[in-house]
């Protein structure tokens, strides 16, 4: 078993890295921040409905891999976590804007 440097680990994983995760495309006008936040939400309730559906088939017996419910349950869990960090520090970021203001 060879052990990999770094840079041999990222040539590995691919340009878009482990999860996919692709880099975003530079702004090209007004609005596309909510369109981006709007993208990422569809996103998260893809994940949270793929599974649900999954869910429903590991437990009816329809699934083959429970693998597969098991991973897309953690990867709707993590996107969900990540989705309420974003939405507090967009919280206290307001806030302390306001507190600015006053």
Same mark, same amino acid.
Do not use: C, W
């Given at each position: ?26 702004? @090209?006008?007004?609005? @596309? /921040? ?8 569809? $996103? ?12 429903? =088939? ?11 419910? @098991?991973?897309?349950?953690?990867? !709707? ?7 309420? !960090?974003? =939405? $507090?520090?967009?919280?206290?970021? /307001?806030?302390?804007?306001? =507190?600015?203001?006053?």
């Amino acid at each position: 078993m060879s052990i990999l440097p770094v840079g041999g680990v990222m040539d590995a994983i691919g340009a878009q890295g482990a999860l996919g995760v692709q880099a975003a495309p530079p702004a @090209t006008g007004a609005g @596309t /921040f909510s369109l981006d936040v709007g993208g990422a939400i569809d $996103n998260l309730q893809g994940m949270q409905a793929t599974s649900d559906a999954l869910a429903v =088939r590991a437990v009816t017996g329809d699934l083959d891999d429970v693998h597969d419910y @098991t991973i897309a349950s953690s990867q !709707a869990a993590v996107a969900l976590e990540l989705t309420a !960090a974003i =939405r $507090n520090k967009a919280v206290d970021a /307001f806030t302390e804007i306001m =507190r600015m203001q006053a």
